[in-house]
C-alpha cells in the first residue's frame, strides 16, 4: 500500500492507530495541533479495560510496556457520603481487569513506537475541505496546507474533520467538573489522603460530589462534580482562583473537611471542565475516504471507556486497513459496522453512570451499582 494514511490527532486513538499501521508497513503521516509531545500534562490516571484498551496495546504490540506501567493498588475503590461515612471499600486484590496508568506515560510508550517523522507536531486543523474526487484539503492554522486520499479524523470533541461526515455538534450535558490537585498529599494533608484511599474516591450527594484518585508519588487528584447550567458557571472568574475555590466550595458547605480539602487546600488553581456529548447513537453514512474515530466519532461522558474505546477504534480501524490495504473503503465500511453499535452501547452507559453518581438516589445508587457487579 503506497497511499498514506493522513491521520489528524496525536491523542491515545490517532497513535494507536498508527502504531499498528506502521507494524503492517502501512506509510502514515500524522498531524497534531500541540507543539511539542511536552506542551502540556496528559490528564492523570486511567484503567485500561482487559476487553477494549488491553487488547488495543497487544495489537500495538505495547502490552508488556505497557503492564510496567501499572500502578499498583490503583484499582481501589471507595465510595462515600458528604459526611465522610464509608459506604462501600474495595480494595485492590490485583484481580481485577481494569489496571490504572498515567495517561502521559501511556502516550510515552505510544510515540517512542514510531518513527520520529511520523508526527508533524504545530499543525493545529483550520478546516477540512472535500475537494470533490475523493481526496480532502488540509488547511492548518499556520497557514499550510495538504492534500490527502485517505483521512481519519482522531481530533477530539471539536474534531473539525466530523463535519465531512456529520452535522453533529457536541451538547452540554448540564454537568461540569472542577479540576483539583493535593502534593505530598500523605504529609501535607494525610487525613484527606486517608479518605481517598489507595485508588477511586466517589463522594457523592445528589446532584454534586467530590471524585478523586491517588496517583503515584503521593498525589490525590481531583474532579469536583456539579449539575449545573452553563450559564452559573459563566458566572464564575476561574481567572480569579480565590475567588472561584470559595463559590465552588460554597455548595459543599457542610461536608466533611476531609472531603472539602480536595477543593480548599488545592495546589493549583481550579480548571473547569464542562462535560459534552454527542448524540448516543452518533453515526454518519460512508464517505469516500474519511472516517473518525475516538471522541471524534462518539464523544460521551466519563464513565472509564473514552480512552480505551478509542485506543480499540485505532487498533481496529488499523487492523481493517491492514486487510484491505487496496480498498480502503472496504476496510473502512468493516471498522465502523463494529464501533457504531460497541460506541452506541458505551454511551447509554456512560449516561447511566452520571446519573447513578450525581442522580436523586446517589450516593446508594453508585453503592447497589458497585455491589452488583462484584456478586455478577
Known amino acids: 500500500m503506497a497511499t498514506p494514511v493522513t491521520i489528524v490527532g496525536a ?3 490517532g497513535l494507536t492507530l498508527a502504531r499498528v499501521l506502521h507494524l503492517h508497513g502501512i506509510p502514515v503521516h500524522v498531524y497534531e495541533a500541540e507543539a511539542s509531545a511536552m506542551e502540556r500534562t496528559q490528564g492523570g490516571m486511567l484503567d485500561i479495560h482487559d476487553d477494549s484498551g488491553q487488547l488495543a496495546l497487544k495489537a500495538a504490540g505495547l502490552f508488556e ?9 490503583g484499582q481501589a475503590s471507595r ?6 461515612k464509608v459506604l462501600l471499600d474495595e480494595p485492590d486484590d490485583g484481580t481485577g481487569g481494569r489496571p490504572e496508568v498515567n495517561r502521559g506515560a501511556l502516550r510515552g510508550i505510544l510515540l517512542d513506537s514510531l518513527p520520529p517523522a511520523t508526527i508533524q507536531w504545530g499543525k493545529k486543523l483550520a478546516s477540512a475541505v472535500a475537494r470533490g474526487d475523493g481526496r480532502h484539503k488540509l488547511t492548518f492554522a499556520d497557514g499550510s496546507s495538504t492534500s490527502t486520499e485517505i483521512l481519519v479524523g482522531a481530533d477530539g470533541a471539536w474534531s473539525k474533520v466530523r463535519p465531512l461526515l456529520s452535522d453533529a455538534v457536541p451538547r452540554y450535558v448540564g454537568t461540569s467538573f472542577i479540576e483539583a490537585y493535593l502534593r505530598d498529599a500523605d504529609i501535607r494533608h494525610a487525613a484527606t489522603a486517608e479518605a ?5 474516591l466517589f463522594a457523592l450527594a445528589p446532584g454534586k460530589g467530590i471524585l478523586a484518585h491517588r496517583e503515584p508519588e503521593s498525589v490525590l487528584h481531583a474532579y469536583i462534580a456539579l449539575n449545573r447550567s452553563a450559564e452559573w458557571f459563566a458566572a464564575i472568574d476561574f481567572s ?3 475567588a472561584a475555590v470559595a463559590r465552588i466550595a460554597a455548595e459543599f458547605d457542610g461536608w466533611a473537611p476531609d472531603l472539602t480539602a480536595l477543593i480548599t487546600e488545592a495546589d493549583m488553581p481550579p480548571v473547569l471542565r464542562m462535560l459534552h456529548t454527542l448524540p448516543n447513537g452518533h453515526r454518519w453514512d460512508r464517505a469516500l475516504g474519511v472516517t473518525l474515530l475516538g471522541d471524534a466519532a462518539h464523544l460521551m461522558p466519563p464513565a472509564g471507556d473514552g480512552a ?5 477504534d485505532g487498533a481496529e480501524l488499523g487492523q481493517a486497513i491492514a486487510a484491505s490495504p487496496d480498498d480502503v473503503e472496504t476496510a473502512f465500511a468493516a471498522y465502523e459496522d463494529a464501533m457504531f453499535p460497541r460506541s452506541q452501547s458505551a454511551a447509554v452507559g456512560a449516561h447511566q453512570i452520571l446519573e447513578l453518581c450525581l442522580g436523586e438516589r446517589a450516593p446508594f445508587s453508585l453503592v447497589e451499582f458497585f455491589t452488583g457487579m462484584r456478586g455478577s
Open 79 to 84: 465510595v462515600l457520603d458528604r459526611n465522610g
Open 196 to 200: 481517598v484511599g489507595g485508588g477511586g
Open 308 to 312: 480505551n474505546l478509542a485506543m480499540l
Open 240 to 242: 480569579d482562583g480565590g
Open 11 to 13: 491523542g491515545l486513538g
Open 65 to 73: 510496556q505497557f503492564r510496567k506501567l501499572i500502578h499498583a493498588g
